[in-house]
Structures are given as structure tokens and as C-alpha cells.
């Protein structure tokens, strides 16, 4: 069973930033998709940023050039990190991965309030 635990969420001012952090309690070296995704109060969860095992990134329209998803290898550690903040940012977030095996596992979520 893998488990990722999140953490980095809270309380900011629109325009702020925060870096959420995904912990997983496996290497991510050879994990296929390691993404992030959010649900906001009545709204479906929805994709925000994705990293493939090759590095390469897909962003959510609503986030391209204010987030940026990465990833540490050695620390097993998936990181997103959010810059100029809304309040629309407002939501759940939680971490994602496909193991290579298919196994899609999710976080426990960090909530994320952006003050206007």
C-alpha cells in the first residue's frame, strides 16, 4: 500500500504564496504520473497540475505561470508550488500518483484559503 501525505496548506492574502508539499512513502523515480488536483466547496475535484515520469508537465488553464509542479527524487517528495494567489484558489488540495502497476492512491488533501 503506498500512502502520500501532504502538508504546506493554510491561510494567505490574495497574492501570496504557498508550497505545498506530497510526501510518498515510496520511490517516485519510476512512478508514471505524480499530479495535484483540488476541490473547491460544491465543485468537482479538479486537475491541477500533473508531472510525467519523463518530466513532462500539464497545467490546468487557471494555473499556467502561477503554479509550478516538481518533484525530489531522493526525498520521494512532490512538491507544488503556488504564486499569486485568489481567492478562486480557494480549495482541497490533494496529491495523486499511477504507479506503473496502475495503482491511482490520494492523499488525505490540505486546505488551501486565500483571503481577498
Known amino acids: 500500500q503506498v500512502q502520500l501525505v501532504e502538508s504546506g496548506g493554510g491561510l494567505v492574502q490574495t497574492g501570496g504564496s504557498l508550497r505545498l508539499s506530497c510526501v510518498v512513502s515510496?520511490?517516485?523515480?519510476?512512478?508514471?504520473?505524480m499530479g495535484w488536483y483540488r476541490q473547491a466547496p460544491g465543485k468537482q475535484r479538479e486537475l491541477v497540475a500533473q508531472?510525467?515520469?519523463?518530466?513532462?508537465?500539464n497545467y490546468a488553464d487557471f494555473v499556467k505561470g502561477r503554479f509550478t509542479i516538481s518533484r525530489d527524487n531522493n526525498k520521494n517528495t512532490v512538491y507544488l508550488q503556488m504564486n499569486s494567489l485568489e481567492p478562486e484558489d480557494t480549495a482541497v488540495y490533494y496529491c495523486?500518483?499511477?504507479?506503473?502497476?496502475?495503482?491511482?492512491?490520494w492523499g488525505q488533501g490540505t486546505q488551501v484559503t486565500v483571503s481577498s
Open positions: 495523486n500518483i499511477i504507479v506503473s502497476s496502475g495503482g491511482n492512491y
Open positions: 508531472m510525467a515520469r519523463s518530466g513532462r508537465t
Open positions: 515510496k520511490s517516485i523515480f519510476s512512478i508514471n504520473t
